[in-house]
């Protein structure tokens, strides 16, 4: 309800993460036109690169400022089970609240979002509200009530169905589906870097993986209408199901790296059909 008026967009680096040497300036810039800051959102990882924000000077600088740092860790966070990719969320830690999203890469049907506070406390405050013939006095800030931490009153045990899948599997389980997911996007990349006729906008972090068909001698907007005409001829083939990416003013191809079966020979197959309609465009 705020608006888009209230909302502060950072600048990003070159690897598209929130450049955090420009903080201070941004905080300053909001307060010359009137606005109260009071949170910073960071991206782990963001939707459109995969890109890892870096946790913890976001930190450094929320605690500097007395700002609420949240962090969207909705398709990403799932490498806190892996000791290998930990890294990338160093600092998280020191995050107030952050969101995590079981059904992307945590394997667990759709919709299963986790969010968790650093301060238990602070949840029942975000969603206080007044309704005698729902809550009373004596009743409040009780962890077994969910009505007092939503805004949905009629909700399913979302959490059951995440403890389940842990308690179930192990973090075993999760660590070497995370750790394939991000080698095979790995791999993708240097596939289409070895090919010469495809461009990546950054070398993924994640299991997200960016990247376009080229046509020698095609301007811009040319190669911007040729991908866009390559991801509905694979889409409308119904092999494989990519989306685009627009990163400043580029049409990107992306592929998000998710399910577990799929291997190697399943994106060469797939660099090859792009290939060939980028070819024939």
């Known amino acids: ?24 300036e941004c ?3 909001a307060r010359l036109k009137g606005i109260t800051p009071v949170c910073v959102v960071a ?26 740092m949240h962090v969207d860790g909705a398709h990403g966070m799932g490498v806190i089970f892996s000791e290998k990719l930990r890294e990338k969320v160093k600092g998280i830690e020191r995050a107030d609240s952050v969101v995590i999203d079981f059904h992307k890469m945590l394997l667990v049907p759709a919709l ?37 931490r939503t805004i949905e009153c009629t909700k399913s045990s979302l959490g059951v169905i995440a403890y389940t899948a842990l308690k179930y599997y192990g973090n075993d ?34 299991n997200i993986v960016c990247f376009r068909f080229v046509t020698p001698g095609a301007d811009e907007p040319r190669n911007n ?3 866009k005409i390559i991801r509905e001829r694979i889409v409308n083939e119904g092999k494989f199901y990519i989306v685009k990416a627009e990163i400043e003013g580029r049409v990107y191809l992306r592929v998000t790296i998710i399910n577990p079966v799929t291997s190697d020979s399943d994106l060469e197959y797939l660099i090859s059909l792009i290939a060939a309609a980028g070819g024939s465009v």
Not at 1 to 24: E, I, Q
Request: with cysteine; charged share 25%.
């Open 1 to 24: 309800g705020l608006g888009n008026d209230a909302l502060l967009r950072v600048p990003h680096d070159s690897r598209f993460r929130m450049k955090t040497s420009v903080l201070k």
């Open 27 to 29: 905080l300053n810039e």
């Open 43 to 68: 991206n782990s990882c963001s939707t459109a690169t995969g890109s890892y924000d870096n946790l913890v000077e976001i930190a450094d600088f929320c605690e500097e400022n007395n700002l609420w």
């Open 112 to 148: 299963n979002t986790l969010v968790m506070f650093r301060n238990g406390d602070k949840s029942y405050e975000t969603f206080a509200q007044k309704a005698s013939y729902l809550f009373s006095k004596a009743e409040q800030n009780v962890w077994y009530n969910s009505a007092v």
């Open 173 to 206: 389980y999760f660590r070497q589906y995370l750790e394939s997911r991000y080698d095979l996007a790995s791999r993708f990349a240097e596939l289409l870097k070895e090919d010469g006729r495809f461009e990546l906008p950054v070398e993924p972090e994640s």
């Open 225 to 227: 209408q040729i991908n």
